[in-house]
């Protein structure tokens, strides 16, 4: 077993420390929608299954477009993943790098509802027996929701160099001090 891999966050401002890298990245895969971990599989496709399959569902080729003056294969999802209702991916013709992912998410109104009414359940269990909770639930609730359907769109912009110098300072774990 190698050693532990350190993480630092300005959510909890604290070092945490984790066995694999699956785990270090789980939090910030959830938040950025699962751009976070897309690199990693790209370059450790060993520690898990097909990363287009993962990230993207089934794909169809659509063909050659430019990117950023670069030829690139352009590739679809056919169907919703987990990550996003559509999904597309370019990928250099030459060096066969990712350089662009777009993602499309849709979020019903009803089904943010439906959410938002499951957490809540949980919330009103936990204030039972938690002050804190019970703070939080009492905000909540006296708050008006409404829910509206929205999409999401994100692009992510990749800027891959092969075989370029790393100076080793740039490993070095430094996170900032807890007071600042």
């Known amino acids: 077993m190698g050693e532990k891999i350190q993480t630092w966050w300005t959510l909890n401002n604290e070092v945490e420390s984790f066995d694999n890298l699956e785990f270090a990245l789980a939090g910030p895969t959830g938040v950025s929608g699962g751009t976070a971990a897309f690199a990693p599989r790209l370059l450790m ?3 898990s299954r097909s990363v287009l399959d993962q ?3 089934t794909t169809k ?7 950023d003056g670069v030829e690139c294969h352009k590739l679809e999802a056919t169907e919703p993943s987990r990550m996003a209702d559509s999904q597309t991916v370019w990928i250099e013709k030459e060096r066969l790098l990712v350089l662009r ?5 849709n979020f019903d109104a009803e089904e943010q509802r439906a959410i938002h009414e499951e957490r809540m359940a949980v919330l009103r269990e936990r204030a039972a027996n938690d002050p804190a909770a019970k703070r939080i639930l009492d905000m909540l609730e006296s708050e008006p929701r409404s829910f509206e359907s929205f999409t999401t769109e994100q692009t992510v912009l990749y800027r891959p160099e092969l075989n ?6 740039v490993f070095e774990f430094e996170p900032p001090n807890s007071g600042d």
């Open 164 to 169: 370029c110098e790393i100076e080793r300072e």
């Open 101 to 105: 992912i777009e993602y499309q998410r």
């Open 61 to 67: 080729y659509a063909g050659v477009e430019i990117q």
């Open 45 to 47: 496709p060993h520690r």
């Open 55 to 57: 990230n993207f569902g």
